[in-house]
């Protein structure tokens, strides 16, 4: 499911149940409604709620939820406000929608100055008949077509990294390996990490429990072994504030936002305030690369226009110089 569908399933969910209607007849209805592969999937979740099996175990068999869900879908479950976090997550992914397609739509700039800047320097060429068109396709839309599919293939994956925890992963250590990317990874990180767990504790999970859930489903291992070795710590009487601060990975600023929400008793508060911070700081990050970009690519374009009109020229000259006696 893309999340504009995940948000649709989880506000349509939490209206039918709340009408009374069971998680199996639920999860028919909204089969009933759906085609294609999102119809096989809410079969296998009715097929394994009608074996007796829970939600959350339905939902992580049929794979049709992200990772980071499943501890909320069980917490709801347990807590029976199967409806607040179903509406809870319907929003949550309305958001995600929303920063994913503001991200796709800024990079349409981009990527037709890039084509502009691969197809443009062989018209030149073209017209002047130093290449066929044969030539010209091959090497221009030819190689446009191949990173084109290389783009999709990379979003395509980076949309499956949010329901696949290995493939999450995966990007972030790649994303890791590139300097300029380096930070803006980390806080993407950091940022998911604290609305993860601040989503949790907001839905009812317990301290100790979200605080593992969260760890687990962070796209940064190093991040997770932090937290495994903080909860014992926290557990045997050491304030939380010590507690992360002994580990060197986190900001200040989030141990600063843990400390002081655990200390006014309004810890999911104070976690998705600076989640929302970080998620703004980072959304400026890409929008400042995404602005530069095309500025660059437009450059290289002038240059090579240039270029190409003086070697244009220069080639009649040499002609006319060879004439004169």
């Given at each position: 499911m893309s999340f504009a569908q995940l948000s649709l399933f989880y506000k349509n969910f939490a209206e039918l149940y709340s009408a009374g209607i069971d998680v199996a007849s639920t999860a028919e209805a909204l089969q009933q409604r759906s085609s294609g592969h999102d119809s096989q999937v809410?079969?296998?979740v009715s097929q394994n709620l009608r074996k007796g099996r829970s939600l959350h175990q339905s939902f992580r068999a049929a794979q049709c939820v992200p990772v980071n869900d499943l501890p909320l879908v069980k917490a709801a479950e347990d807590s029976g406000r199967i409806v607040d976090v179903f509406k809870n997550l319907s929003q949550k992914h309305s958001d995600t929608h929303e920063s994913i397609k503001k991200i796709r739509l800024s990079l349409m700039k981009p990527y037709f100055t890039f084509a502009a800047a691969l197809m443009f320097p062989g018209v030149t060429d073209l017209f002047s008949e130093k290449i066929t068109l044969a030539h010209y396709l091959r090497n221009s839309l030819g190689v446009l077509t191949?990173?084109?599919a290389g783009f999709i293939i990379i979003y395509n994956y980076w949309i499956q990294s949010y329901f696949d925890l290995q493939k999450a992963r995966t990007l972030h250590e790649v994303m890791n390996s590139l300097p300029f990317f380096k930070?803006?990874?980390?806080?993407?990180?950091?940022?998911?990490?604290?609305?993860?767990?601040?989503f949790m504790l907001d839905s009812g999970i317990d301290f100790f429990e979200?605080?593992?859930?969260s760890g687990q489903c962070s796209a940064n291992p190093k991040l997770q072994k932090a937290i495994e070795r903080i909860i014992p710590k926290i557990q045997s009487g050491v304030e939380t504030q010590r507690?992360?601060?002994s580990e060197k990975i986190f900001p200040i600023d989030l141990t600063s936002a843990i400390s002081l929400g655990s200390q006014a008793g309004k810890l999911p508060e104070f976690l998705k305030r600076y989640a929302d911070r970080i998620k703004s700081e980072n959304e400026s990050t890409i929008q400042t690369i995404v602005k530069v970009f095309p500025v660059i690519l437009y450059w290289l374009v002038i240059g090579q226009v240039v270029y190409s009109i003086v070697g244009f020229y220069s080639g009649y000259l040499d002609q006319a110089l060879k004439i004169v006696p």
């Open positions: 809410l079969h296998s191949l990173i084109t930070k803006l990874n980390s806080k993407i990180a950091f940022e998911k990490f604290a609305a993860t767990l601040g979200a605080l593992k859930q507690a992360f601060q």
